[in-house]
């Protein structure tokens, strides 16, 4: 059994790859009906409000000793206590945590030797929720991942509805597709690794490069700036994300943005033709 907490972007593509695999699936989320999809595949939701004084008697159905994938982000201190404290009440045999190469900081080169080094109240946050699940009486195994991108979500989307792309003047980046993601995450719920791993594709590169490529495809306009340019420039992030993808035996389906970006096009107009037809 697998609980995931975190029904979004990756945990959804999540959800799908468990669901194939025969496996049983729960997820606590503030709005059951926002993914009757999913439900109707099997997906087991129950509703979850972490504002709430007692999140636990909302959820009393999720199952003890089950393997949770967690992959929200940092909350605020109320909730993170709240949601810890469920957590733990559910005693899981393992936990998966997607954080976030921010907690490199400035570094500009990453392996899984490097160091944390957080430079911002964000990053601090990731690292003191790494630390948490590291320390707990269950098998775990931390993931911090490169920026994430796929259908609607990453530079090609933001220059198609106008915006300039977060990052868009940064050094070459490190990213990975939610697709490769949510794999990386599906092997490490059944494996016994443990540790903490950087992950990212084969291919850096600056958002400039996939905006360009992106501009020339669709034939539009560069969207137009509306800052000042006075901000600190992000010196970019390699990061090598070779090791962890060996030892859990997964292959990337999309190593390069060259790829993934197409793949993550065609998607989007599938999903757009269909919703056309009804």
């Known amino acids: 059994m697998a609980i995931i907490f975190g029904l979004g972007f990756t945990g959804e593509r999540l959800a799908q790859r468990l669901l194939t695999r025969g496996v049983d699936v729960f997820a606590p989320v503030r709005g059951v009906e926002r993914f009757p999809g999913l439900a109707k595949a099997g997906l ?59 907690v490199y900081g400035d570094q500009t080169a990453v392996d899984a030797d490097t160091p944390v080094a957080p430079n911002d109240e964000r990053g601090k946050r990731r690292m003191e929720e790494e630390r948490w699940i590291a320390s707990g009486p269950w ?29 868009a003047d940064s050094g070459v980046t490190s990213r990975i597709h939610v697709d490769d993601l949510a794999a990386i995450v599906e092997a490490g719920l059944f494996s016994e690794l443990g540790g903490t791993w950087p992950i990212a594709d084969e291919e850096p590169c600056a958002s400039a490069d996939i905006t360009r490529w992106y501009l020339e495809r669709s034939h539009l306009m560069p969207p137009e700036r509306t800052d000042t340019g006075t ?11 070779q090791k962890i993808r060996e030892m859990l035996g997964v292959e990337l389906r999309y190593p390069t943005w060259r790829t993934g970006v197409p793949a993550s096009i065609q998607e989007e107009e599938l999903l757009a033709d269909r919703a056309v037809r009804g």
């Open 44 to 102: 087991r939701l129950c509703k979850l409000n972490l504002l709430e004084s007692c999140p636990e008697s909302r959820v009393d159905q999720l199952p003890s000793g089950a393997r949770i994938a967690l992959l929200i982000p940092p909350l605020s201190e109320r909730e993170n206590a709240r949601l810890r404290n469920l957590i733990a009440a559910l005693a899981p045999a393992r936990i998966v945590y997607v954080s976030s190469t921010g």
């Open 231 to 241: 901000g600190l420039k992000f010196q970019g992030r390699r990061v090598d994300g």
């Open 139 to 167: 098998s775990s195994l931390i993931l911090r991942a490169a920026a994430i991108y796929g259908p609607g979500r990453g530079v090609h989307a933001a220059v198609r509805d106008g915006r300039v792309p977060r990052g």
